[in-house]
């Protein structure tokens, strides 16, 4: 009886300190496997505005990703009169108009193709298609292309940085 | 302290401290295996041979391969593939091995259903069997990611993507699996670790689970009779050899694996030497590039019937289906409710077609996945995925209401 108690409490003692081990050795796995201090530090890309020409479809690059910026002609606004949902998406730097969006479908991440003859983007993988301003025309993908943070500096869009127009933007849905 | 004798030999040195000849018997002499079974019994030999040629080849590159983005691609493609002796041998074994285990490994499960090999006492083989093909999963997964090509990359892109949930948007879940951003060193890195490491020694620990959870019930044989191995064992110890329903592992039972796993050699060498391109993408000899997807982006054969199942549907829908598509194998022996262990075909109609059905539509959900999803290859990959998960949701009504035969 003396012995079983005993034991009990060398057991209960043992689980105590491998509980505690094993906590810690989980949260320090976890923080292991976390993007490091360098890879956030270089999470900004400024893109000078002026540069893009109507109608041309320009890639460049954030965070890894490929970003989409297209500057958009009079013709292509004019079609985006009425419809709220693209004209939510549209940045406005000085007189003219962009859709600038991170270049990864919304289904699975892959980068759909700008199609100029058609003037949307086609995704290889799942079939998936969207219109000139970032929105879903043909089903997977679950949302228009994601905008990705940006603030705008005179006629510079930093990207990586929230300024005001984009957290309207998310506060009202428009992006994730 | 224990007595020990002065040893008269070697052997008897050996077995007074490590029991060689009951483990001798016990794993391999009197381990008795039913004598009424073909060469499909020797699937599980084929697959041991496999996965050591794929040890071997891997111990080989991994002697040259370099894992950083920058160098992995050319440590394949060029290091070991021209500069390295033999270097080609080890990768083309490797490519090769990984694709043609699944095809094997395809054969070993459906022979189980076919022959009721998960049922009265087998279930546990059947698990761990599933076990393991997850684990071989995730081992040609991160495997695939090593040379760090466009479709390394880019599946790479689409898998991780799958763990933040569709609309769940878990895309902090994502960067933590990835450790970045995007596909970088830090995912290459952690990829490396599991595919030479984790998941081999995941895989040798289920191995060992698979064969001893087949050692108490004992192979399954062609009439899923239910064998007394006592009697049966005693009547061959006492000689009546021809009269026993069983015969030892080794080396009556080894010896006639061995001749189905000969063949198998020929046909996976001429594979290797002459016919290994099927194995190798040419997508994957272009590097790694994140601003530019390939044109088709499709999974190895082997995965293509859950990547259709995954493919006509809404992301959430998608998901939960493959998610589905991927489990539900495990519960196989508890979502069949007949009393009946026999060949598919003597269980009635219904399990007959259920069968038959099953194995021929996951066929044709390969086919599917492969082609673009356009037109009427759509229409043929929604409704077989439709078909699919129906017949798992029927088979505890189907199989309940069978008789026993």
């Known amino acids: 009886m003396e012995n079983n108690s005993r034991r009990g409490f060398m057991g209960k003692a043992f689980g105590a300190v491998a509980a505690v081990g094993a906590v810690g050795s989980l949260v320090a796995m976890k923080k292991t496997w976390d993007p ?13 505005m002026t540069v893009y020409q109507e109608g041309v479809m320009v890639t460049e690059k954030w ?11 009079a013709e292509v606004m004019e079609n985006e009169k009425g419809n709220p949902a693209a004209e939510a998406r549209n940045i406005k730097i000085g007189d003219d ?43 997977p993908p679950p949302r228009g292309f994601d905008i990705p943070p940006f603030k705008i500096d005179g006629t ?12 309207s933007m998310k506060d009202n849905g428009v992006t994730l | 302290m ?39 019994w020797a699937m599980g030999m084929v697959l041991v041979v496999t996965f050591v040629l794929l040890l071997v080849s891997g111990i080989f590159l991994l002697m040259y391969y370099v894992p950083t983005v920058d160098e992995a691609f050319y440590s394949v493609n060029y290091t070991i593939m021209r500069e390295v002796d033999f270097g080609w041998l080890w990768r083309h074994i490797h490519g090769v091995a990984a694709s043609v285990v699944f095809l094997v490994i395809y054969i070993h499960m459906f022979t189980g259903i076919y022959y009721g090999s998960y ?44 763990f933040s949930g569709g609309s769940l948007h878990a895309d902090a879940l994502v960067e933590w699996i990835r450790g970045d951003y995007v596909p970088a060193q830090a995912f290459l890195g952690r990829f490396f670790m599991l595919h030479v490491l984790l998941i081999p020694l995941a895989i040798v ?64 060498f001429y594979l290797v030497f002459w016919n290994y391109s099927f194995a190798l993408d040419p997508v994957n000899f272009d590097p ?22 995954l493919r006509p549907f809404n992301i959430d829908l998608g998901l939960v289906l493959f998610g589905f598509a991927q489990v539900i194998f495990v519960f196989l022996p508890f979502l069949d409710r007949s009393p009946n262990t026999c060949p598919a075909n003597r269980r009635g109609t219904m399990f007959k077609v259920w069968f038959w059905l099953m194995l021929s539509n996951m066929i044709v959900l390969t086919a599917m996945g492969k082609l673009p999803p356009e037109g009427i290859f759509s229409t043929i990959g929604l409704v077989a995925a439709i078909v699919f998960v129906v017949q798992w949701i029927a088979l505890p009504f189907i199989t309940s209401r069978e008789k026993k035969v």
Not at chain 2, 8 to 31: C, F, G, H, P
Not at chain 2, 288 to 293: I, N, Q, S
């Open chain 2, 288 to 309: 790694a590039d994140g601003l530019k997807t390939p044109e088709h982006i499709y999974p190895e054969w082997y995965f293509l019937w859950s990547y259709e199942i």
């Open chain 1, 63 to 73: 965070r890894g990703k490929p970003i989409f910026v297209l500057k958009k002609s």
């Open chain 1, 156 to 167: 510079n869009l930093i990207l990586g940085e929230v300024g005001p127009e984009w957290q």
């Open chain 1, 36 to 48: 490091l201090p360098s890879v956030k530090a270089a999470g900004f890309t400024t893109l000078d």
């Open chain 1, 97 to 139: 108009n962009f859709m600038v969006a991170i270049g990864l479908c919304t289904h699975l991440g892959c980068i759909p193709a700008f199609r100029p003859a058609e003037n949307d983007f086609l995704c290889a993988c799942h079939g998936g298609m969207f219109d000139a301003s970032g929105l879903v025309t043909k089903v």
């Open chain 2, 2 to 40: 224990a007595h020990f004798t002065k040893a008269t030999s070697v052997k008897d040195w050996l077995n007074q401290r490590l029991a060689i000849e009951t483990v001798e018997k016990v794993m391999m002499s009197e381990y008795w295996i039913p004598k009424n079974i073909n060469f499909l």
């Open chain 2, 205 to 268: 620990g289920l191995i060992g689970l698979h064969f001893a959870a087949l050692r108490i019930p004992h192979v399954n044989n062609q009439d899923g009779e239910e064998i007394d191995f006592n009697a049966e064992s005693k009547k061959y110890l006492d000689g009546d050899k021809a009269g026993s329903k069983v015969m030892r592992f080794a080396n009556d039972f080894m010896s006639k694996d061995m001749m189905v796993v000969g063949i198998f050699l020929i046909f996976l």
């Open chain 2, 119 to 162: 049922k009265k006492g087998r279930e546990m083989i059947w698990i761990s069997g599933m076990l393991l093909f997850v684990a071989f999963s995730a081992e040609a997964f991160s495997g695939y990611m090593l040379p760090w090509g466009q479709m390394s990359y880019w599946a790479g892109m689409v898998i991780t993507n799958l």
